[in-house]
C-alpha cells in the first residue's frame, strides 16, 4: 500500500495469495499508519470485486465491503488493463522487491522478515527528501491530519466457515485436520481461518486455536483426549512425548519420575489414573498435588486419588463418656515406612 501525497510505504509478506491476506494486509497498514485514507484505488482483483459492471462500478465481494464499511473507505478501481492508473503502486512495488528483497532474505518466519523490510521503510521515510527538502516522514504528518481515524475495534480479517467435528475430534478446513476436544464429536462448530491462525469455536463457547496447516497437513493436540487416553494406557505411551510436551511441568516431571522407576509400560498404567483424575477434579487441582507428591517423595497415584468425603458428623456431646476424651490423630502414608522400619 502507497499513501500517493507522502509516499510513505506499508509492505508486508504473506504465505498465501488469498482474501485473507488481502484483508489482513489492510488491517496492518491501517495500524501502522495510525489512520486510513478516504479513498483507494484497487486493480480488479477478486478478492475485492466480484464483478465489473458498467464504467467505473463493481460488484464488490462481501468480504471486501464489509471491511470498506468497517473503515469507512471508498473503494476505487482502475480500468482495466491500463496500467497507468495505477502506475505509481505498481514501479514502488517493484522497487522494493529489487531493493530490499534481492537477496531472499532468510529468518525464522515470514512475519520476522516482513517486521525488518517495514523497519527499512519507514527508516526510508525518514532520510528520503523530494526537491523542496522536505522527507516522506514531514509530508505525512501533512497526510494524516486529512485522513480518517481508526475505529475502535479493528477489522477481523479471519473467515468463518461452519464446520463438523468428525467422532475422531477433528474438524477440516482448507484440506487440513485440527484437533477439538472429543466431547465435541457429532456436533457443530465454528472455525475462523486467518492467516497463521485457526480458531474453532466449539458449541459450548469453548475457543480452541491452532497454527495454520498447509493443505493436507495436521495439527493435533493430544490435551484434547485426555478422556480417551485415560482409559487407553497403551495408546497414552504411544503419544506420550507429544502429550507431556502439551502439558508441561509438573505432568513432564511426573511421567520421567514413573519411566525411571516402572519402565514406560507400567509407567502409562499409573499416568492414565493421573489423567482421569485430571478430568474428574480439574487440572489445577492435579497440578497442586503432583507439585506436592514430588517434592515429598508420596506416591503419585495416592496423591491423586480424591480425598475421602465423610458423610457421617456426630458431634462430640453425643459420644459415649468414655469415647469423648479420646483425640485421635489421622495418619500418613509415610508413617508406614517407619511401622516397617520397627521403629518406635
Sequence with gaps: MRLMHSGRDFAWLYPRQDQVCFLDGHVRAFAHFGAVPHRIVYDNLKAAASKILVGSERELSPRFLALANHYLVEPCFARPRTGHDKGGVESRGKAIRWQELVPIPVSDSLPAISAALLERLDGRAIDKRDADGRSIAERFTDEVAQMLPLPEAPFHAALAK????????????????????????????????????????????????????????????????????????????????????????????AWRLLVDEHGPKQAARVFAQVLRAVEAQGEAEIVARLRAAISSGEPLTFAVRPAPVCTLVVERDALPANLSALDIASSAAADYDVLLGGEV
Excluded: M, N
Design 162 to 253: 461452519p464446520v463438523c467435528v468428525s467422532r475422531r475430534g477433528l474438524v477440516k478446513v482448507d484440506g487440513a485436520s485440527y484437533s477439538v476436544w472429543s466431547t465435541w464429536a457429532g456436533l457443530d462448530a465454528i472455525a475462523y481461518a486467518g492467516v497463521d491462525e485457526i480458531v474453532v469455536v466449539g458449541p459450548d463457547g469453548v475457543r480452541v486455536a491452532h497454527p495454520r496447516q498447509r493443505f493436507g497437513g495436521h495439527s493435533v493436540d493430544y490435551r484434547h483426549y485426555l478422556r480417551e487416553l485415560a482409559r487407553k494406557p497403551q495408546a497414552l505411551r504411544q503419544v506420550a512425548d507429544e502429550l507431556i510436551a502439551a502439558l508441561g511441568d509438573p505432568f513432564s516431571t
